[in-house]
């Protein structure tokens, strides 16, 4: 009677884990799912960045929410949208620094879990007017097989604030994020491609009639 009380219990708590993980799945799913539809509604670089940005913000146990841009051929970070406790910052562009280069050559999550890690990274550096982080996650976003740009949560106040799903998570979100960019890149490249053809076939127009005479 103990032994079958105790097999009941164990599959009780089972079950239990194992819809707690569906629920869990159902809300992460449905939050790529709406990050996703507005993506493909939208063609801005800077409003990808803006509607990202503001997702993450509401999503996650993060003080602060960073994407940014690396310029390879300067070696220059360019900061696209960075917010912490609700504020908007505007950084300059700054030369890549240790993190970002390992993020660069290495295109792999680099998850930083304590203050002691950040140190090690950071030092004392940090964007003006900001904290320096408890812990933090910055997961790159590639296109073909270079690293073009990153999303980072950071979290000023306590350590070892995310955990496995949240990463999961944000790495989706930044997959989403990359090929809408990509979609956005291609149809400005596009759009300037049949704005110099035209600016051509007009010049050539006039040619031709200044032939004709």
Known sequence: MVKDALRIAELEKLLAERTAELIQQGEELAVINSVQEALVKEMDMQAIYDLVGNKIQELFDAQAVIISTFDHENGLEQFQYTIEDGERFYPESRPINKLRKHLIENKQKILINTAAEAQ???????VP?????QSG???????GDIVTSYVSLQNVEKEHAFADSEVRLLETLANSMSTALQNARLLKETEQRTAELAVINSVQEGLAKELDI
Do not use: A, N, R, S
């Open 129 to 133: 007017g900001t904290k320096l982080m």
């Open 120 to 126: 090690e990274w950071f030092g004392k550096e940090v």
């Open 137 to 143: 996650v910055f997961v790159p976003l590639i296109t």
